[in-house]
């Protein structure tokens, strides 16, 4: 089986080593020629547990190359896969699609013999006919059939996520491609992953409803956390009260400073706009994200208030950066909402990330102190904010980071820590909800 994967990003370039390791023949195909040099040079452009392994074992076994030109592999392609980025469009919060779009005029061209054209790209409902338009207006005569087949796998968890679905989408308009399709993804019969076959529209829309559930499931916790510091209940035993019942479940019942990332920010955006345009509500995903963020700026102000009612020209060190661990992945991470908030206000602050500190200099205004140690960050700080629950801040030695500060305050963001073991080790503690 032949695949292209047009877009190395997170999904292309998961996606595509995964269908390698499946056995398949897998080009990915890039523009930016940085990327693909790195690439075909061993280095991996994005900070993802075991894919660097997995990446070097498929080139080794002959199975996975990179690229910039589409050209020879598309015509040899039996599927090509769209797996560029979709971010929000200035000024609407639309999907902006220019990129998808693209991706399918280049193949378009190129296309020889039966072809699928898979959207793996988080996309609107209606995009795969439009693509399908864009090919058939470009090259006519080709012979191919477009299919919807939606990514749900996590930063940080990528590979296990791809390898283990809870389960594959396939929207498909033809019997041909279905079969072309589950014929790719037939290593995961074997561990009995469900594979859901259905229309086109549905798999778009699966997707979408999928990211503002969990979203909604975080806003309402986050929600919760409010509701909770003003009647003295603890958050996270409401949450695992509520997540004993099976209908609920105890997974993404999280309180925290509001989710991020590069998915749920973009995608509940883009239903509203979605639903906007169908003239349909979406009442429930707009409140989630004022909730978010709200939970955001609540943060800020509960920084403040934990230094006495101001941050000006207190030292904050805060640990974490990224909007989740294990990633370097900066897009819409809280931190970019709450840090410029406390800088604005006079507040210095020194960061520490052990993944995402490249990307959050050029993302964050200047004048933040990015140090590489933990200690370097509380020397003298009045503060710690953890944002970002790495496993690096989750066993602290709690008093000597304590001596090498000139304050005792610590905002936990994550609520990883217990009260009465801060409040043993000299700091005056603040949590989420708790
Ligand atoms: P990304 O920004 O990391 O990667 C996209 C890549 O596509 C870039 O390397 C870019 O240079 C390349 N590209 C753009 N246009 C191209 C073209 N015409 N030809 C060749 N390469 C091109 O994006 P990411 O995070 O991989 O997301 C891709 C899609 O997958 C988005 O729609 C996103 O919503 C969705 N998704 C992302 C997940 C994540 O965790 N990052 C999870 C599930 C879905």
Redesign the pocket.
């Known amino acids: 089986m032949n695949v292209v994967m047009?877009?190395?990003?997170?999904?292309?370039?998961v996606s595509g080593a995964c269908f390698a390791e499946f056995g398949a023949q897998v080009t990915c195909?890039?523009?930016?020629p940085e990327?693909i040099d790195a690439l075909n040079a061993g280095r991996i452009p994005?900070y993802e547990p075991g894919l660097e392994d997995l990446v070097a074992r498929n080139v080794r076994g002959g199975r996975l190359r990179f690229t910039?030109e589409?050209g020879d592999s598309v015509a040899a392609a039996d599927l090509v896969f769209i797996?560029?980025?979709?971010?929000t469009r200035r000024g609407d919060g639309h999907?902006d699609l220019q990129?998808v779009y693209?991706?399918a005029s280049?193949i378009a061209t190129y296309l020889t013999g039966y072809t699928v054209i898979v959207d793996?790209?988080?996309?609107p409902v209606g995009t795969a006919r439009e693509v399908q338009r864009v090919i058939r207006k470009a090259n006519p005569d080709a012979d191919f059939d477009v299919a919807s087949n939606?990514?749900?796998?996590?930063?940080g968890s990528?590979i296990g996520d791809f390898m283990r679905p809870d389960r594959v989408v396939l929207g498909v308009q033809s019997e041909r491609a279905e079969k072309r399709l589950r014929e790719l993804y037939r290593p995961l019969n074997l561990i009995e992953a469900p594979i859901l076959v259905t229309d086109l529209e549905s798999a778009e829309l699966i997707?979408y409803a999928s990211n503002a559930f969990l979203a909604t499931k975080i806003s309402f916790i986050n929600e919760m956390s409010q509701l909770c510091e003003a009647t003295g209940a603890d958050v996270n035993a409401v949450a695992k009260g509520m997540g004993m019942d099976k209908r609920i479940g105890n997974k993404f019942l999280h309180a925290g400073p509001g989710y991020g990332?590069?998915?749920f920010p973009?995608?509940t955006l883009a239903l509203i706009r979605i639903a906007q345009e169908h003239g349909a509500s979406s009442r429930i995903v707009e409140s989630v994200v004022e909730v978010n963020a709200s939970q955001k700026a609540r943060m800020v102000a509960k920084i403040r208030q934990a230094l006495g009612g101001s941050e000006a020209d207190k030292t904050i060190a805060v640990l974490g950066l990224t909007f989740k661990p294990q990633t370097d992945?900066m897009?819409d991470a809280p931190a970019l909402a709450i840090l410029p908030a406390l800088a604005d206000r006079g507040a210095i602050i020194r960061a520490h990330d052990p993944e995402g500190t490249a990307e959050a200099r050029t993302l964050m205004p200047s004048g933040i102190d990015y140090v590489d140690t933990i200690e370097d960050a509380l020397r003298d700080a009045d503060a710690v904010v953890l944002m970002t629950e790495w496993n690096q801040y989750r066993g602290l030695d709690l008093r000597e980071l304590r001596s090498l500060m000139r304050g005792n305050v610590f905002v936990d963001l994550r609520n990883v820590y217990e009260r009465r073991t801060m409040e043993d080790a000299g700091f005056v503690y603040s949590a989420v909800g708790r």
């Open positions: 047009i877009g190395a990003g997170y999904v292309g370039l195909v890039d523009k930016l990327r994005i910039t589409l797996a560029v980025g979709t971010p999907a990129y693209a991706a280049e793996k790209s988080t996309v939606p990514e749900f796998l996590r930063e990528a997707k990332g590069s998915c973009k995608d992945d897009r």
